[in-house]
């Protein structure tokens, strides 16, 4: 069965900390994507990546990054984590660049206090 | 670039009621068009999809017709049920007419409750 784990349900972290979320797919996919998802503005693309050490913005990119060393594992970077970025971030992949149908881990619900 | 509008929530049925989650799209061609469902707890999962013009997609219960006249993708179930309480995302790819690398675009989500 197609998975996507995420390294926390919930998280809490303090402004200013550096906050590593991961993901890994045990599918061989190609792409892999990194969401946050608020009430009222649905889902938001921060980064995606085609291939290993290949990424691109996002729509907010800002106030993140990335990093993607083995093709089964993406990982989401909040610099200095800051209030506003308290969310629920959902990653994904899909097989290939052609294939729209994504695969959702279950979310990691972070708070920024 | 491309978008999707989907119906304000929350949405709130009995058992065995007829649902419709409007979905509308503005596109530059003509794009496969996708509904996801979130139920709790849990991450998006594919519900149905349409790749064409006039293709009804369908899957638990749940249909959607790809209407290009109307621009539309509505979502619809002739009797939910409690457990079909979820969020549901209409979705597309961001550039129907270039490369996408498999990106979508979701519209906002509509929250369906179904109560007993």
């Known amino acids: 069965d197609v998975k996507v784990t995420q390294s926390s349900r919930y998280l809490v972290k303090r402004t200013g900390e550096k906050v590593f979320l991961e993901c890994v797919q045990d599918?061989?996919?190609?792409?892999m994507f990194w969401y946050r998802q608020d009430p009222g503005l649905g889902l938001r693309l921060i980064y995606f990546?085609?291939?290993?050490?290949?990424?691109e913005k996002g729509d907010i990119p800002e106030g993140y990054s990335v990093s993607r060393e083995k093709k089964e594992r993406f990982s989401l970077i909040l610099e200095s984590a800051s209030t506003n970025q308290t969310s629920m971030y959902l990653c994904?992949?899909?097989?290939?660049?052609?294939?729209?149908?994504?695969?959702f881990g279950p979310g990691t619900r972070l708070t920024v206090t | 670039g491309d978008s999707v509008t989907q119906m304000e929530g929350p949405v709130t049925l009995s058992e065995e009621a007829f649902l419709t989650i409007n979905c509308t799209y503005t596109?530059?061609?003509?794009?496969?068009l996708f509904w996801y469902v979130q139920y709790p707890g849990e991450g998006l999962q594919l519900l149905l999809k349409?790749?064409?013009?006039?293709d009804k997609g369908s899957n638990k219960g749940f249909e959607a017709t790809y209407r290009k006249e109307t621009t539309s993708f509505h979502l619809e179930k002739g009797s939910v049920q409690v457990s079909d309480s979820a969020v549901y995302f209409c979705?597309?790819?961001?550039?129907?007419?270039?490369?996408?690398?498999?990106?979508?675009?979701f519209g906002q989500g509509t929250i369906l409750t179904v109560h007993p």
């Open positions: 994904a992949s899909s097989l290939d660049y052609i294939s729209y149908e994504q695969y």
């Open positions: 599918m061989d996919h190609e792409n």
């Open positions: 990546s085609y291939d290993v050490k290949m990424k």
């Open positions: 596109a530059t061609g003509y794009p496969s």
């Open positions: 349409a790749t064409k013009a006039d």
């Open positions: 979705a597309l790819p961001p550039n129907a007419g270039g490369t996408s690398y498999g990106k979508l675009t």
